[in-house]
């Protein structure tokens, strides 16, 4: 039996911190209860926690809940991770005009990754992932890359959370993550969406960590095997290019 190694207050603390958009700078326990589906005791408890350290403060008139100073604090230290993706986006066009296919680029959050930014291809039958938007990391070339680096304790929390719908024995999953680790880059052959097919690398930054992932989509019928190898050798070259790139920042 795999063990949870992680804390679910403090990932319930992330969900209430994700509750706070543009659209709502203030809500309430209540509101906060409803959209995480966790009882207003307990979301409070966290909430408490929350406030001690700075990330949320409560408006004393309203009785609501905002994003807080410390918040504020780590938000400026995404002027780097600005920079990176600056780098990235424009191996991405490279690659795009390189391979003439949509290139797309992705982060990983939990067992999760969310598409962040697209460059498009001209062709009528092309992929349309959703932008911003979350898929399963182990059903995706770009999630399979970013699991690939993860530790045993969050490759099995991961297991444990989705086996059903990973479909393969633990061992057999990590086995393949392993080699994707090794090769660095992984092939999505029809998993994802039937007829489609996509080769994705990861871009790593100081200390080998992986900030982001890179990938080439397209339909089989335009990435048959001759094609998808050459594809595979651009998309290394322009991850590689992007880290090089974001080692220099610093």
Not at 43 to 58: A, C, P, T, W
Not at 215 to 234: C, F, G, H, N
Request: hydrophobic residues 40%.
């Amino acid at each position: 039996m795999i063990n949870n190694p992680y804390t679910l207050t403090l990932l319930k603390a992330f969900d209430i911190l994700n509750c706070f958009d543009l659209d709502d700078q203030e809500i309430s326990i209540k509101e906060i209860s409803a959209r995480i589906e966790m009882p207003q005791s307990s979301v409070y408890r966290i909430i408490q926690s929350l406030e001690f350290v700075g990330m949320i403060f409560q408006n004393k008139e309203t009785k609501k809940y905002r994003l807080g100073t410390k918040f504020i604090s780590l938000s400026r230290k995404q002027s780097y991770l600005s920079n990176c993706l600056q780098i990235v986006t424009k191996q991405m066009e490279l690659l795009g005009k390189e391979t003439g296919e949509t290139v797309n680029l992705a982060t990983l959050n939990c067992d999760k990754i969310t598409y962040i930014h697209r460059v498009e291809c001209q062709h009528i039958l092309r992929p349309n992932f959703v932008l911003n938007a979350s898929y399963p990391a182990y059903k995706t070339g770009l999630g399979t890359v970013l699991l690939a680096e993860l530790s045993d304790a969050s490759l099995q929390w991961i297991y444990q959370n989705d086996a059903d719908d990973i479909g393969c024995s633990y061992s057999y999953f990590v086995e393949v993550l392993r080699s994707v680790r090794r090769d660095g880059y992984a092939f999505d052959d029809q998993v994802f969406s039937p007829g489609l097919r996509c080769v994705a690398a990861p871009v790593k930054g100081p200390g080998g960590k992986s900030l982001f992932a890179i990938s080439v989509s397209a339909p089989i019928i335009r990435m048959s095997d001759e094609t998808y190898l050459k594809i595979r050798d651009l998309v290394v070259k322009r991850a590689t290019a992007a880290a090089e790139e974001i080692m220099e920042l610093g």
